[in-house]
C-alpha cells in the first residue's frame, strides 16, 4: 500500500514539475512575442511606383529590418499617409515573414489607394521637398510562436526620407 501511495505521489510530482515547466516554456516564448516592438526599420528604398488608374499606385520597396527576437510572420500590413494629420492615401502591404535574429533588406511590394485624384498632387508635393506636413503610420500584425501582437509605428516623412538618404549613402560606400 505505501508503494502504491509513493508511486502516485511520485506521477503526481512529475505531472506537476511538467505543467510548471510547460507554463515556463509558453513564458519564455510571450517573451521572445514581447520583443516584436524592438524590430526596427534600418532602410528604405524606393524600387519603383507606378500608377494605376487615377486613383492608385503600385510600389516596390526595399526595406531594411532588424530582428533581434524570433521569426514572425506580418500580415494586414497598412501605411497611412498622412497629410496634416488627416488620412490622404493608404498603402496595403503583402504578408511577408522576418527571418528571426537578422538584419534583412526585404523587397516588398504595396497596392495604394489614394482618397482623390488631387491626392496625387499632394504627393507631388511631398516629393519635392514640401515635407512638413506629412507623415506615415504603419500597422500591422506580428505572429510568432502561436502569440500575436499589433503594431503601430509612426514616422514622419522626413524620418523616411532620411532612412532612405541613408541607404543611398551606404550603398555608395
Avoid at 506537476?16 to 515547466?21: N, V
Avoid at 500608377?51 to 503600385?58: A, Q
Avoid at 497596392?111 to 507623415?135: C, E, P, V, W, Y
Amino acid at each position: 500500500m505505501n508503494r502504491k501511495l509513493l508511486h502516485i505521489s511520485f506521477a503526481f510530482a512529475v505531472l506537476l514539475a511538467l505543467s510548471f515547466l510547460a507554463g515556463g516554456c509558453r513564458a519564455i516564448e510571450k517573451a521572445a512575442v514581447d520583443k516584436i516592438s524592438q524590430i526596427e526599420i534600418t532602410s528604405f528604398e524606393i524600387e519603383s511606383i507606378t500608377p494605376v488608374g487615377l486613383k492608385g499606385l503600385d510600389g516596390e520597396f526595399l526595406v531594411g529590418i532588424s530582428n533581434p527576437t524570433v521569426t514572425v510572420t506580418l500580415s494586414d500590413i497598412t501605411a497611412n499617409i498622412l497629410y496634416k494629420g488627416e488620412e490622404f492615401g493608404r498603402f496595403q502591404l503583402d504578408s511577408f515573414v522576418l527571418k528571426g535574429h537578422s538584419k534583412v533588406i526585404y523587397p516588398l511590394t504595396a497596392h495604394a489607394k489614394l482618397n482623390s485624384i488631387t491626392s496625387f498632387g499632394i504627393l507631388m508635393q511631398a516629393l519635392a521637398g514640401k515635407r512638413d506636413d506629412f507623415s506615415v503610420r504603419v500597422e500591422g500584425t506580428g505572429k510568432a510562436l502561436g502569440f500575436s501582437k499589433d503594431i503601430v509605428l509612426d514616422m514622419t516623412l522626413a524620418e523616411l526620407l532620411e532612412l532612405m538618404s541613408k541607404t543611398k549613402s551606404e550603398n555608395e560606400k
